[in-house]
């Protein structure tokens, strides 16, 4: 990994869900497989804010987690994962491109929001257009 690709994954971070997750997201580039005790010593971070940074991390898919055979957990971040946050703009456009107004949104609802249920995804993007056709 480069400098020049750590310093952008950090920058896409802290861009796009704040300075906590962009320190521990950071950190677990550098440093690779790590478990929660671990990061949250080396960040000098609290471990509620760490745990709440992984959640968000592992909800976008940034983060990979394995559970070892005595139980411990380790954390690793997927920089080319982040870095494919630079296509986001693609991805909403060609989803435009190809399938209207609703393929844009139930794109852009996903990367907004990473894992998500298709009846919730379904439920936010009905209610954003009824908010539209409204509007």
Do not use: W
């Not at 400098?3 to 861009?15: D, F, G, V, Y």
């Not at 671990?38 to 471990?47: F, G, K, M, S, Y």
């Not at 982040?82 to 456009?93: E, K, N, Q, T, W």
């Not at 989803?95 to 393929?103: I, M, P, Q, R, W």
């Amino acid at each position: 990994m480069t400098q020049a690709e750590i310093k952008l994954c950090s920058l896409l971070l802290q861009e796009h869900f704040g300075e906590i997750v962009e320190k521990i997201g950071v950190h677990l580039i550098r440093t690779g497989s790590q478990p929660l005790r671990v990061i949250a010593h080396d960040t000098r971070t609290p471990l509620d804010q760490v745990k709440k940074a992984l959640c968000v991390l592992i909800q976008h898919n940034l983060v990979i987690y394995q559970v070892h055979k005595r139980g411990m957990v380790e954390y690793e971040a997927q920089c080319s994962r982040v870095l494919r946050m630079l296509r986001y703009p693609r991805y909403i456009y060609t989803a435009k491109t190809l399938y209207s107004d609703t393929g844009e949104l139930i794109v852009e609802e996903l990367l907004l929001n990473g894992k998500m249920t298709m009846s919730a995804l379904v439920k936010k993007v009905a209610d954003r257009l009824t908010e539209t056709m409204e509007g």
